[in-house]
């Protein structure tokens, strides 16, 4: 799109981030809350979201904040199911550094995010063309899933990142065609630490490291860069097994337990049932093909609509991208590099669905690592359009726009229905005003005490858990009794 060298570009490039960054930082504070978040914010905090068997019992604040350590992190990462170490660790520094609300937890996923932004426009820049950076920043910046799990205190924002940065290091190591690349142990070096990362971030960012060697196999051809690539994994390796043999094979077991459970749900899943636990037949993975291939280019109206009412969208995003390949004589490893990546991601979804018998891996929070190199190769396929079609290409690229756009209000205005408004902090706030000496606060259960307890100060307070409660926090005041509602749970 020649049109864009004619605007200075510091000025359409800050344009752009300040957008992305507007669209993710709105309503990052009162956006709700579900229990995956709940949970990662107790973790960051060292505590662990498991109920007690008793009926009603007491404790004190006191009993919560000593649990604030890097090592009960460690251990209530194993207990949840021993994934995402990093982030948690991460996320437990940055709240001893900026505060423990939920907004400060997000923005950590907020900054991750940005960063993302910034490594999908300078791998464009650096491999492909200035306009197609351009045109994979606007399309990024818009991406509904950017900017949702850029609002969620959750490890998605880093381990897109993490991933993302490895498989810019692994394209100029053993993709690029170049003669020579600068700092070559360096990059090997960083690449086997980023993939290492990536991995202590999240499991399932595992498929990019296993698209990387799909890639290897068809396109690297270089005995000197099959030993080094051998020896970054080999290191990969070798960092997460210390993870792996400090808890994260316990972990593995709680997960595999989990699982379990989701299989036998999957099992008697009934029409109405929560979707995210279908059982894994051929229709549910075909539905789940087209949910993750309209989320990887930038659709999701599936807040608004069923998948089959959708799907023939796609035609917009394939229909570029298919022309491109067969209109362009110049083919380039980045099209194998972007398309093996995207295909390795539904082979791998559609090998879990096939092993646990539902279809979980097809949820499109999981496509967020392939998401970047769907929104490369569309932005690639949209510029070569508009070499050849000017007026087509920016009524395509509107399109999509409009359609990502469209799809981040539901982020926004909660469609799905899946969260509940986060009241802990102004129950907290209550709380601090009418506590008096002696009072208690009273819950229904201990996520609910332990979530308040984060918003409070470091006074003693006493609390305690009567599961006749209900949906009530209720302070027993000397003079009177105050009664809080917590939202009811979804």
């Known amino acids: ?28 504070k009162d956006r709700g809350i579900w229990i995956d978040e709940k949970i990662s914010l107790l973790i960051a905090h060292g505590i662990t979201s498991a109920e007690s068997k008793e009926g009603s019992f007491v404790f004190t604040q006191a009993d919560f904040t000593k649990q604030n350590s890097i090592e009960n992190v460690r251990l209530a990462t194993i207990n949840d199911n021993g994934n995402a170490f990093l982030f948690n660790g991460l996320e437990h520094y940055w709240m001893k550094l900026v505060g423990s609300s939920f907004e400060n937890a997000r923005s950590l996923s907020l900054l991750f995010s940005m960063a993302s932004l910034l490594i999908v426009f300078l791998f464009c820049l650096r491999n492909i063309s200035y306009s197609t950076a351009v045109i994979a920043l606007i399309l990024m910046a818009t991406n509904p899933l950017s900017v949702s799990y850029a609002q969620e205190n959750r490890t998605y924002s880093l381990a897109i990142f993490l991933s993302l940065c490895a498989s810019y290091l692994f394209y100029e190591l053993f993709v690029k065609d170049t003669a020579q690349v600068q700092k070559r142990n360096l990059k090997i070096v960083l690449y086997a630490l ?22 290897a196999l068809l396109l690297l051809r270089d005995k000197k860069k099959w ?22 094979s316990d972990g593995l077991k709680i997960m595999q337990y989990q699982n379990a459970s989701y299989s036998k749900i999957a099992e008697g899943y009934e029409n109405g049932d929560n979707p995210f636990l279908m059982p894994a037949n051929t229709k549910n993975i075909v539905t789940g093909w087209f949910q ?9 109206l599936q807040a608004f609509f069923q998948v089959r009412i959708i799907a023939g969208l796609l035609i917009l995003p394939l229909g570029l991208i ?38 979980t891996s097809f949820q499109p929070l999981y496509a967020n690592f ?6 490369i190769l569309l932005a690639t396929a949209i510029v070569f359009l508009s070499h050849k079609h000017m007026k087509i290409a920016l009524v395509c690229t509107t399109a999509i726009v409009c359609i990502a756009l469209f799809s981040v209000s ?23 005003e009418k506590y008096q000496k002696g009072d208690t606060v009273v819950c229904n259960t201990e996520l609910d005490a332990k979530l308040i307890s984060l918003h409070l100060d470091n006074n003693n307070y006493l609390y305690k858990i009567d599961k006749k409660q209900g949906n009530k926090v209720v302070l027993t005041n000397t003079a009177q009794v105050f009664q809080y509602l917590l939202p009811l749970k979804k």
């Open 227 to 248: 030993a080094q690539l051998l020896v970054a994994g080999t290191v990969t390796l070798l960092i997460f097994s210390l993870w792996f043999f400090k808890g994260g």
């Open 410 to 432: 539901a982020i926004y205005l909660d469609i799905a229905n899946s969260k509940e408004k986060n009241t802990y902090p102004d129950i907290a706030e209550m709380i601090q």
């Open 194 to 215: 980023f993939s290492a990362l990536s991995l202590l971030s999240h499991y399932l960012s595992g498929y990019i490291l296993l698209s990387h060697a799909l890639i």
């Open 370 to 375: 392939s998401n970047p190199f769907g929104t």
């Open 322 to 359: 298919i022309f491109s390949l067969l209109k362009n004589k110049m083919q380039s490893k980045m099209h194998v590099f972007a398309i093996c990546i995207l295909l390795t991601q539904l082979l791998f979804a559609t090998a879990l669905a096939l092993q646990s018998g539902h279809t």
């Open 292 to 300: 993750v291939i309209l989320q990887e280019f930038g659709n999701g």
């Open 1 to 28: 799109m020649s049109f864009l060298n004619k605007i200075p570009k510091p000025i359409i490039i800050a344009t752009i981030f300040i957008l992305a960054f507007a669209l993710r930082a709105y309503n990052i």
